[in-house]
């Protein structure tokens, strides 16, 4: 079992600090280029293309290519800008989206020119939290850059993005409870070594997937890029950039999936510890080996971001922010409250395993319960409902009941009679003008016609 590292951090001398910065800041870059070639890739999988397989072998130069592209291409600021503000806010987002990994573990301690230092930058005990307040604040960036922009869509995708962190990041905050309650701390490093043998997210599978889907939110992924919204917004947010600063917006956006991707690593499957049967291995999770493990994580969490991005369409704004207030929120706040009362009976009540599974049965099958009679008590509504609109079908539809042509409401159905039909079947005239005004039309007619 892997011993903790917290005592270590802190006592890493100035220059392999400075060494670890630069490794993380290389890492993700070279994650960002990887990561938008195997979703060109994938995607074209998916829709029988080829994809790209052009510039370097198999195409994995391409995304290097195309970031020399955007940085030298030419640069256009709307005369309607807040300048400074239009060019602070790529870089906000792309610096909150860097400072995000500095408490992101990657393995073990390791010996480093003599050094033993475990391979993560820093940590303390509220880590997670921190990983928290800085994708709040790279937020800001696409508030601020559609504000500045001077221009309608932008506007709209940056209050979208604040609806978004509103909706979601409350959910994703409380599917980190269950996580503190169960390792006992908020420190990064403290939760991976809590995970040994049984992972959080075997455990804890609720929260898993709770974080899993608001994580796909808090990066405006499909299907939950509402900010940038294509076929409404034209691009959102960075619809008026270009060049360099849209290449930050597009490079903050690839950060923050492998920043998510890892977080979910740490708090859910173990961070860096090695899978089952390799952990069977004495040296799986020593030396170097932990990186590999790692990697091979957050690339399924990137994997599945690509999946989801193929195969569903874009929600709704109305869909989104309902999925998020009535179905994350209260779903993180029911399952907090099992997994406390859970701890306490189990900490401070002497109940055994076997009595707390029973227990946990029991509540189980009382919200199965309840919610088959509220599903019920919704069926039945429904089915009234169904039931006044098949008679309000079945009533036949007179435009001219109450004196006045009116046009159906919903549900009725207008069948139109041609006039003259009407006057062969001996109907009344409708009392109108245009009624009064049909006979005199149809004499003219049969004037010229006989003439």
Do not use: C
Not at 214 to 223: C, D, I, K
Not at 252 to 275: D, H, K
């Amino acid at each position: 079992m892997s011993g903790s590292q917290f005592g270590l951090f802190g006592t890493d001398p100035w220059w392999l600090v400075i060494l670890k910065t630069v490794a993380i800041f290389a890492m993700l870059v070279l994650l960002t280029l990887f990561t938008i070639w195997w979703e060109r890739r994938v995607v074209s999988r998916m829709q029988n293309r080829i994809g790209p397989n052009r510039v370097g072998p198999q195409g994995l130069l391409q995304s290097l290519m195309d970031g020399f592209k955007l940085a030298f291409k030419e640069e256009i600021i709307p005369k309607s800008a807040h300048v400074a503000v239009f060019w602070i806010a790529p870089v906000i987002s792309a610096t909150a989206a860097f400072l995000a990994f500095a408490v992101i573990p990657f393995g073990p301690t390791v010996s480093i020119f003599g050094v033993e230092t475990p391979l993560q930058l820093t940590d303390f005990p509220v880590s997670v939290l921190y990983v928290l307040a800085i994708a709040s604040i790279g937020v800001y960036g696409l508030v601020l850059a559609g504000w500045s922009s001077g221009s309608t869509y932008p506007l709209l995708g940056g209050l979208r993005s604040t609806a978004q962190v509103i909706s979601y990041e409350i959910a994703m905050g409380l599917s980190f409870v269950a996580v503190f309650l169960f390792a006992g701390s908020m420190s990064t490093s403290e939760i991976i070594v809590k995970q040994e043998p049984i992972w959080f997210a075997v455990i804890l599978l609720p929260s898993f997937l709770i974080y899993v889907t608001s994580m796909v939110g808090e990066t405006n992924r499909a299907p939950f890029d509402l900010p940038e919204a294509e076929g409404e917004l034209v691009g959102g947010f960075h619809t008026e950039y270009s060049s360099l600063k849209f290449a930050m917006f597009f490079l903050a956006e690839y950060i923050n999936m492998v920043t998510v991707s890892a977080l979910a690593t740490t708090l859910f499957l173990g961070g860096w510890l090695a899978p089952w049967p390799i952990s069977l291995w004495d040296s799986a999770n020593t030396g170097w080996w932990p990186i590999l493990w790692w990697l091979v994580k957050v690339q399924l969490f990137i994997f599945m971001f690509i999946w989801l991005r193929a195969t569903l369409p874009r929600l709704r704004y109305d869909q989104f922010m309902k999925f998020g207030w009535k179905v994350l929120i209260p779903a993180s706040i029911l399952w907090i409250m099992i997994v406390a009362t859970a701890r306490v009976f189990r900490d401070d009540v002497s109940v055994t395993n076997q009595q707390l599974l029973i227990g946990g049965a029991i509540v189980i099958a009382i919200l199965l319960i309840g919610s088959w009679l509220l599903q019920a008590r919704a069926d039945k509504k429904q089915a009234r409902i169904d039931a006044e609109q098949a008679a309000r079908d079945a009533t036949p539809f007179d435009s001219t009941a109450g004196g006045h042509p009116v046009p159906p409401m919903p549900g009725q159905r207008f069948e139109f009679t041609p006039r003259r039909v009407m006057a062969a079947a001996g109907a009344p005239a409708i009392e109108s003008n245009a009624g009064a005004a049909a006979p005199a039309i149809d004499q003219q007619e049969e004037e010229q016609n006989n003439g």
